[in-house]
């Protein structure tokens, strides 16, 4: 290698920024995220393993597991951002009265107010304000979705949870008796979540019920967190990210409508035994990949129908020059 080519390599070396790590924090900035970790640990330890075991023992909840790691993967996608950060500048006039606003709320709930589901969302708050109190606007600015999408991974109370399923129920009960009954010699009637069946003149008993598991909420949850996953890392303009994020709620239930429509042909004319077990929540699984089919195509849609003023390349300047023999053979 000659003297020319080995500056040259020298230069590059240099002008090229090196990688940031997490480890650029230094020891001291871990050692005061394990001490936070540990004292919320200590505050909410029953919140947490009671919500752990909700999402080990009830299928309904099983995607909460993953829910800790896409906050990480988000906190990870700002990681040169929050590593600029060198100096934190401490929010002592709204970070701290928020801080101990949500410590003294914890004791009063479980005494007063006895609002068992509101004990994670004071943890999830509390932690978004320790991260304002210590490192200020600027953190926050870069880490309230990772914190907030901790949300998802909280499982709703019991009575609310009946509240929203039962809804969803009786719409793809109705939904589906009415598809069913395009069918040639089948007539179907919904009767609140349960679906009356007259098959070749002949009633089916039992009558088809959309039971909890087939209310689609497991499925809306799940696509609800990964659908915000998903507007949040593919860039787009706002307004596509928030029509994304308001569809899918509406994917999520034509996707539960699909999934007890197919359940209900496979009962009538096929066996019952593959409307239920195993064959039933595998029909469940492959609705995911299907609300993500329908979610792609509108985001494809989206950004192929519709292109902002500011990402379309300027026209260039065309400019005629005439040379010096055209302008004497014209004069």
């Not at 929050?82 to 500048?89: T, Y």
């Not at 410590?103 to 304002?132: D, E, H, T």
């Not at 064959?279 to 995911?288: A, E, K, P």
Request: charged content about 15%.
């Amino acid at each position: 290698m000659n003297q020319n080519q080995s500056s040259e390599h020298v230069q590059t070396a240099e002008g090229s920024a090196p990688e940031k790590r997490w480890l650029d924090l230094g020891v001291h900035a871990y050692i005061r995220i394990a001490c936070i970790a540990c004292l919320i640990w200590l505050i909410f330890r029953e919140e947490i393993n009671g919500i752990v075991r909700q999402w080990i023992t009830n299928p309904s909840w099983s995607h909460g597991l993953l829910i800790p790691l896409f906050s990480l993967y988000f906190l990870n996608q700002s990681k040169d951002e929050i590593l600029e950060i060198r100096q934190p500048q401490s929010s002592w006039r709204v970070g701290l009265p928020l801080m101990l606003f949500l410590l003294a709320l914890y004791p009063v709930n479980m005494v007063m107010l006895k609002f068992m589901y509101g004990n994670p969302l004071i943890m999830i708050a509390l932690l978004g304000s320790v991260v304002l109190f210590l490192g200020g606007w600027r953190l926050l600015k870069y880490t309230w979705l990772p914190v907030a999408y901790l949300f998802f991974a909280v499982p709703l109370p019991g009575r609310l949870y009946f509240q929203l399923t039962n809804p969803m129920r009786q719409i793809a009960s109705q939904v589906a008796a009415v598809i069913l009954s395009l069918f040639p010699q089948l007539e179907a009637q919904a009767t609140g979540s349960i679906i009356n069946v007259v098959y070749k003149g002949v009633t089916m008993e039992p009558g088809l019920d959309v039971a909890d598991a087939c209310s689609g909420m497991r499925l809306v949850m799940a696509f609800v967190a990964l659908g915000v996953a998903m507007a949040y890392l593919h860039w787009r303009p706002i307004w596509q990210r928030l029509i994304l994020l308001a569809s899918t709620l509406p994917i999520a239930i034509l996707c539960n409508i699909v999934r007890v429509t197919i359940t209900g042909f496979i009962y009538i004319l096929g066996n019952p035994k593959y409307a239920q077990g195993i064959y039933h929540d595998m029909l469940g699984m492959l609705m995911l990949p299907l609300a993500f089919v329908l979610y792609g195509g509108l985001a494809a849609l989206m950004e192929n129908l519709f292109v902002d003023e500011d990402e379309q390349e300027p026209l260039e300047d065309v400019i005629v020059r005439r040379s010096s023999t055209t302008q004497s053979q014209e004069s």
